[in-house]
C-alpha cells in the first residue's frame, strides 16, 4: 500500500514530464513553422526584386551593347531605322517630374502649414480627407481629366495669352512658344503636380506636428509672426522629413504612367519650349511595347525600363534615407 | 511598379497566347480587324460549333506568336515581304480591305469641305506646312473658309498597321518623306502629339482646335468626325467610303503579287481611295498541328463565302472574288500535312 501511494505522484510527475515535453515540442514544431513561412514569405521579395532586375537587365543586353553609351545621350528614336536613344524620354521623365514638385511642393507646404497652425479645428479633418482622397484617386482619372478638361481649357484659355505675352520677352519666348497644342510636358506637369500634392501635404503636415509646442510657443512669446515662426522655427527643424516626403512624391511622379501618357503628346523630341509635346519612358514603354517589332526595338524599351528603375531607386533610397534620419531624431 | 506592371502584362500576353483547346482555332495578332473576326468568329461558332480564339495583341504581337507556333495562325495588318514569309515557312493571306481618312477640327469646315493631295499632305505631317491659310491649302481649296489657324498634327504613339499605310503612301507620293521618314508601323515622326490606338488620335483630334490626324475608317464614321477629300494617283478628288476602298482593292492586281505582297495605297483608277490596306492572315506551311490549321483554313473559307455583308456592316470590304479564287489556290497548293496531302482542297 505504502509502495502504491507513493507510485502515484510519481508515475503522474513523470506524465506531466511527458505532456510538457510533448507540448513544448509542439510550440517548437508550430514556431519552426510559422518563422519559416515569414521568413520565405520576406526572401520572396528580395527574389522578386533581384527577379525583376536581372530579366531587365538581360533584357536590355542586346540594345545596351549595340548602342553603347550612345543609348543615354542619342535624341533619335527611329524604328525605321532601327537607331534608338533614351535622351528625349529621360529629358521629359525629368523635365516634368521637376516642374511638378516646382507646382506641388510650395503649394503642399503651404497647405500642410495651414492645416498644421491656422485651420480652424473644424475645417481640419475636411481638408485632411480631400487631400487623402486626392491620393486616393486613380491615375487613369487624371488622365482622362487631363485630356477632356484640363487640355482643352489651357489650349483655348492660358496658352494663347502665354504665348502672346512672352513672344518678344528674350530667354522666355522660346519657353513658352509654337502651337498651344493643349497637352504637352507643360500640361503633364500639372497633372503630375496635382497627383504628388498629398504626398507632399500629409508627410509636411505630419512632420510639422512632431515640432514640440514648446519651441513654437516660445518663438510667438519673442514676437514672432506665424510666417517667421513657420521659416525660422518649424521649417528648419523638420527639414529632413519635408525633403524625405517630397523626394516620395518625386518617386511617384517619375513613375507615372497613364495619366502622362494621356496628356504629353507622345513625341520623341526636346524641345526648349514647355508647352510642346514629349514623352517620358513610362509613356513610351507603355505606348510602343505591344506593337514592338524587332528585338533591338524591344530590348531599347527594356533598357529604357532599366534606366528608370535606376533613376526611382536612387530617389528612393535617398528619401528612405532622409525620412529614416528623422524618426530617429524624433524618436 | 510600372516594370513589374509590364512584366506581369507580358506574362499575361505569352499565358494567353498559349494554344487553345484543341476544338477552338487559336489566332493573335492586329487589332484593326478584330471587331470583324469576332463577329466572324461568333456567327461561325452558332452555325458548325467550333470556336475561334482570336487575341488582339496587335500585328508585332501576332508576327512574334506565329513564327513561335504558339497559336494556329497570326494576323497582321502590315504584310511581310515575300522573302520573309518564305524564311518563315509561313503563307499569307487578305481577308478584308479597308482605309485611313484624314479627319481634321476646324471651325466651319465640314466633311468634305476640303480636299487636300499627297503632296500637300506630306508637308503638313513632315511640319513644313505650319498654318491652315498656307498657300498650297489655299490653291487646293480656293473656295473654302481657313484661318491662320496653326495646324496640330496628331499620329499614332504606339506602333500600328494603320500608321504603316498611312506613311507607306507618304512615302509614295513624296520622295522627302521616304528620305527623312519612311514607312513602318511606328516612324521618328517629324512633326505634332501622338496618341494610342485610333480611339486616342479621335478624342485628340475631337479635343483639339486646327488638329489633323489619321483614323481607320469606322472610327471616323462612327464619331462622325470632319473627314478630308482625297485625290488620288488619277487626280481625281474621292471621298472616303466603302466605295472607293473597294476601288482601289479591285484595281489592285492581286493575282500577280508573290504572297499577296500588296499594299493598296495610291493605286490608279478614277474612283479609288489613295491610302487603302488590306489585313493579312499567317500561317505554317507545314502546320504542326495539321488538324487545328484545317479548322483555321475552313473557318476563312467560311468568312470569305459568307461573311461579305458581316464585314460591309462593320465598314470593312471584303476581297473581291478573283482574289479569293487566288487565295484557295494558294492553300491547296501550298499548304499541307507531313504527308504532303493538302490540308483543304476545294
Same mark, same amino acid.
Given at each position: 500500500?505504502?509502495?502504491?501511494?507513493?507510485?502515484?505522484?510519481?508515475?503522474?510527475?513523470?506524465?506531466?514530464?511527458?505532456?510538457?515535453?510533448?507540448?513544448?515540442?509542439?510550440?517548437?514544431?508550430?514556431?519552426?513553422?510559422?518563422?519559416?513561412?515569414?521568413?520565405?514569405?520576406?526572401?520572396?521579395?528580395?527574389?522578386?526584386?533581384?527577379?525583376?532586375?536581372?530579366?531587365?537587365?538581360?533584357?536590355?543586353?542586346?540594345?545596351?551593347?549595340?548602342?553603347?553609351?550612345?543609348?543615354?545621350?542619342?535624341?533619335?528614336?527611329?524604328?525605321?531605322?532601327?537607331?534608338?536613344?533614351?535622351?528625349?524620354?529621360?529629358?521629359?521623365?525629368?523635365?516634368?517630374?521637376?516642374?511638378?514638385?516646382?507646382?506641388?511642393?510650395?503649394?503642399?507646404?503651404?497647405?500642410?502649414?495651414?492645416?498644421?497652425?491656422?485651420?480652424?479645428?473644424?475645417?481640419?479633418?475636411?481638408?485632411?480627407?480631400?487631400?487623402?482622397?486626392?491620393?486616393?484617386?486613380?491615375?487613369?482619372?487624371?488622365?482622362?481629366?487631363?485630356?477632356?478638361?484640363?487640355?482643352?481649357?489651357?489650349?483655348?484659355?492660358?496658352?494663347?495669352?502665354?504665348?502672346?505675352?512672352?513672344?518678344?520677352?528674350?530667354?522666355?519666348?522660346?519657353?513658352?512658344?509654337?502651337?498651344?497644342?493643349?497637352?504637352?510636358?507643360?500640361?503633364?506637369?500639372?497633372?503630375?503636380?496635382?497627383?504628388?500634392?498629398?504626398?507632399?501635404?500629409?508627410?509636411?503636415?505630419?512632420?510639422?506636428?512632431?515640432?514640440?509646442?514648446?519651441?513654437?510657443?516660445?518663438?510667438?512669446?519673442?514676437?514672432?509672426?506665424?510666417?517667421?515662426?513657420?521659416?525660422?522655427?518649424?521649417?528648419?527643424?523638420?527639414?529632413?522629413?519635408?525633403?524625405?516626403?517630397?523626394?516620395?512624391?518625386?518617386?511617384?511622379?517619375?513613375?507615372?504612367?497613364?495619366?502622362?501618357?494621356?496628356?504629353?503628346?507622345?513625341?520623341?523630341?526636346?524641345?526648349?519650349?514647355?508647352?510642346?509635346?514629349?514623352?517620358?519612358?513610362?509613356?513610351?514603354?507603355?505606348?510602343?511595347?505591344?506593337?514592338?517589332?524587332?528585338?533591338?526595338?524591344?530590348?531599347?524599351?527594356?533598357?529604357?525600363?532599366?534606366?528608370?528603375?535606376?533613376?526611382?531607386?536612387?530617389?528612393?533610397?535617398?528619401?528612405?534615407?532622409?525620412?529614416?534620419?528623422?524618426?530617429?531624431?524624433?524618436? | 511598379?510600372?516594370?513589374?506592371?509590364?512584366?506581369?502584362?507580358?506574362?499575361?500576353?505569352?499565358? #494567353?497566347?498559349?494554344?487553345? &483547346?484543341?476544338?477552338?482555332?487559336? +489566332?493573335? /495578332?492586329? $487589332? %484593326?480587324?478584330?471587331?470583324? *473576326?469576332?463577329?466572324?468568329?461568333?456567327?461561325?461558332?452558332?452555325?458548325?460549333?467550333?470556336?475561334?480564339?482570336?487575341?488582339?495583341?496587335?500585328?508585332?504581337?501576332?508576327?512574334?506568336?506565329?513564327?513561335?507556333?504558339?497559336?494556329?495562325?497570326?494576323?497582321?495588318?502590315?504584310?511581310?515581304?515575300?522573302?520573309?514569309?518564305?524564311?518563315?515557312?509561313?503563307?499569307?493571306?487578305?481577308?478584308?480591305?479597308?482605309?485611313?481618312?484624314?479627319?481634321?477640327?476646324?471651325?466651319?469646315?465640314?466633311?468634305?469641305?476640303?480636299?487636300?493631295?499627297?503632296?500637300?499632305?506630306?508637308?503638313?505631317?513632315?511640319?513644313?506646312?505650319?498654318?491652315?491659310?498656307?498657300?498650297?491649302?489655299?490653291?487646293?481649296?480656293?473656295?473654302?473658309?481657313?484661318? #491662320?489657324?496653326?495646324?496640330? &498634327?496628331?499620329?499614332?504613339?504606339? +506602333?500600328? /498597321?494603320? $500608321? %504603316?499605310?498611312?506613311?507607306? *503612301?507618304?512615302?509614295?507620293?513624296?520622295?522627302?518623306?521616304?528620305?527623312?521618314?519612311?514607312?513602318?508601323?511606328?516612324?521618328?515622326?517629324?512633326?505634332?502629339?501622338?496618341?494610342?490606338?485610333?480611339?486616342?488620335?479621335?478624342?485628340?483630334?475631337?479635343?483639339?482646335?486646327?488638329?489633323?490626324?489619321?483614323?481607320?475608317?469606322?472610327?471616323?464614321?462612327?464619331?462622325?468626325?470632319?473627314?478630308?477629300?482625297?485625290?488620288?494617283?488619277?487626280?481625281?478628288?474621292?471621298?472616303?467610303?466603302?466605295?472607293?476602298?473597294?476601288?482601289?482593292?479591285?484595281?489592285?492586281?492581286?493575282?500577280?503579287?508573290?504572297?499577296?505582297?500588296?499594299?493598296?495605297?495610291?493605286?490608279?483608277?478614277?474612283?479609288?481611295?489613295?491610302?487603302?490596306?488590306?489585313?493579312?492572315?499567317?500561317?505554317?506551311?507545314?502546320?504542326?498541328?495539321?488538324?487545328?490549321?484545317?479548322?483555321?483554313?475552313?473557318?476563312?473559307?467560311?468568312?470569305?463565302?459568307?461573311?461579305?455583308?458581316?464585314?460591309?456592316?462593320?465598314?470593312?470590304?471584303?476581297?473581291?472574288?478573283?482574289?479569293?479564287?487566288?487565295?484557295?489556290?494558294?492553300?491547296?497548293?501550298?499548304?499541307?500535312?507531313?504527308?504532303?496531302?493538302?490540308?483543304?482542297?476545294?
Amino acid at each position: 500500500m505504502v509502495e502504491v501511494t507513493w507510485q502515484g505522484p510519481d508515475v503522474s510527475a513523470r506524465q506531466n514530464v511527458e505532456d510538457r515535453a510533448r507540448a513544448l515540442n509542439r510550440l517548437r514544431l508550430s514556431d519552426d513553422v510559422f518563422r519559416i513561412m515569414t521568413r520565405s514569405a520576406a526572401m520572396f521579395v528580395l527574389a522578386i526584386l533581384g527577379g525583376v532586375i536581372l530579366a531587365l537587365f538581360l533584357g536590355s543586353l542586346p540594345a545596351l551593347r549595340e548602342f553603347g553609351f550612345g543609348f543615354l545621350v542619342s535624341e533619335s528614336w527611329n524604328p525605321v531605322t532601327e537607331k534608338f536613344g533614351a535622351l528625349a524620354p529621360v529629358y521629359g521623365t525629368l523635365m516634368t517630374s521637376f516642374l511638378a514638385m516646382l507646382i506641388a511642393v510650395p503649394f503642399g507646404l503651404l497647405i500642410a502649414m495651414f492645416l498644421t497652425e491656422l485651420c480652424p479645428k473644424w475645417l481640419r479633418r475636411p481638408i485632411g480627407i480631400a487631400i487623402e482622397l486626392l491620393a486616393g484617386i486613380p491615375s487613369i482619372i487624371y488622365g482622362i481629366w487631363g485630356l477632356f478638361v484640363l487640355a482643352p481649357f489651357l489650349q483655348q484659355y492660358i496658352q494663347p495669352p502665354l504665348i502672346k505675352t512672352f513672344q518678344n520677352v528674350p530667354g522666355l519666348s522660346a519657353l513658352f512658344e509654337g502651337p498651344p497644342y493643349g497637352i504637352g510636358i507643360f500640361t503633364a506637369s500639372l497633372i503630375l503636380a496635382i497627383m504628388v500634392l498629398p504626398f507632399v501635404t500629409s508627410i509636411s503636415r505630419d512632420v510639422f506636428d512632431a515640432v514640440p509646442p514648446v519651441l513654437k510657443e516660445a518663438a510667438y512669446g519673442l514676437g514672432c509672426s506665424t510666417w517667421e515662426v513657420m521659416r525660422y522655427v518649424v521649417l528648419p527643424y523638420t527639414r529632413v522629413g519635408v525633403i524625405g516626403g517630397v523626394m516620395l512624391g518625386l518617386g511617384r511622379a517619375l513613375g507615372e504612367t497613364m495619366a502622362v501618357t494621356f496628356v504629353i503628346g507622345n513625341a520623341h523630341r526636346i524641345s526648349t519650349s514647355l508647352l510642346a509635346p514629349g514623352t517620358t519612358i513610362s509613356a513610351t514603354i507603355a505606348n510602343e511595347f505591344t506593337e514592338a517589332v524587332g528585338d533591338l526595338y524591344t530590348s531599347s524599351l527594356i533598357a529604357l525600363g532599366l534606366i528608370l528603375f535606376v533613376i526611382t531607386f536612387v530617389v528612393l533610397a535617398i528619401a528612405r534615407y532622409l525620412l529614416m534620419r528623422i524618426e530617429r531624431r524624433i524618436g | 511598379m510600372n516594370f513589374i506592371k509590364t512584366i506581369v502584362a507580358a506574362g499575361l500576353v505569352a499565358v #494567353s497566347a498559349l494554344p487553345a &483547346v484543341a476544338a477552338d482555332i487559336s +489566332g493573335a /495578332g492586329a $487589332t %484593326f480587324p478584330y471587331p470583324i *473576326y469576332a463577329k466572324w468568329a461568333d456567327a461561325y461558332k452558332k452555325e458548325t460549333g467550333n470556336g475561334l480564339n482570336y487575341q488582339s495583341i496587335g500585328s508585332g504581337g501576332g508576327i512574334k506568336q506565329i513564327q513561335a507556333k504558339t497559336v494556329t495562325f497570326g494576323a497582321s495588318d502590315m504584310p511581310l515581304k515575300p522573302e520573309d514569309v518564305e524564311k518563315a515557312g509561313l503563307v499569307q493571306f487578305p481577308t478584308v480591305v479597308g482605309g485611313d481618312v484624314p479627319v481634321v477640327n476646324l471651325d466651319g469646315v465640314t466633311s468634305g469641305d476640303l480636299k487636300l493631295d499627297g503632296t500637300t499632305l506630306a508637308k503638313i505631317f513632315l511640319g513644313e506646312i505650319k498654318t491652315w491659310d498656307d498657300a498650297a491649302i489655299k490653291a487646293l481649296n480656293p473656295s473654302a473658309k481657313l484661318t #491662320s489657324q496653326a495646324i496640330v &498634327v496628331v499620329h499614332r504613339s504606339d +506602333g500600328s /498597321g494603320t $500608321t %504603316f499605310i498611312w506613311t507607306d *503612301y507618304l512615302s509614295k507620293v513624296s520622295a522627302d518623306w521616304k528620305s527623312k521618314v519612311g514607312a513602318n508601323t511606328a516612324v521618328e515622326w517629324p512633326a505634332g502629339i501622338g496618341a494610342k490606338g485610333n480611339e486616342g488620335v479621335a478624342n485628340n483630334v475631337m479635343q483639339t482646335k486646327g488638329a489633323i490626324g489619321y483614323v481607320e475608317y469606322a472610327y471616323a464614321k462612327q464619331n462622325k468626325m470632319t473627314t478630308v477629300n482625297m485625290i488620288n494617283k488619277d487626280g481625281k478628288s474621292v471621298a472616303p467610303d466603302a466605295a472607293a476602298f473597294q476601288a482601289a482593292a479591285a484595281n489592285a492586281d492581286w493575282v500577280n503579287a508573290k504572297n499577296f505582297y500588296l499594299i493598296l495605297t495610291d493605286q490608279p483608277g478614277a474612283a479609288s481611295w489613295p491610302i487603302a490596306g488590306a489585313t493579312f492572315i499567317l500561317i505554317h506551311k507545314q502546320p504542326q498541328d495539321p488538324a487545328a490549321a484545317t479548322e483555321a483554313l475552313k473557318f476563312f473559307s467560311w468568312a470569305y463565302a459568307k461573311g461579305g455583308k458581316m464585314a460591309e456592316d462593320l465598314d470593312y470590304v471584303p476581297m473581291p472574288a478573283s482574289v479569293v479564287k487566288a487565295i484557295q489556290a494558294v492553300w491547296s497548293n501550298e499548304i499541307k500535312d507531313a504527308n504532303g496531302k493538302p490540308l483543304l482542297t476545294n
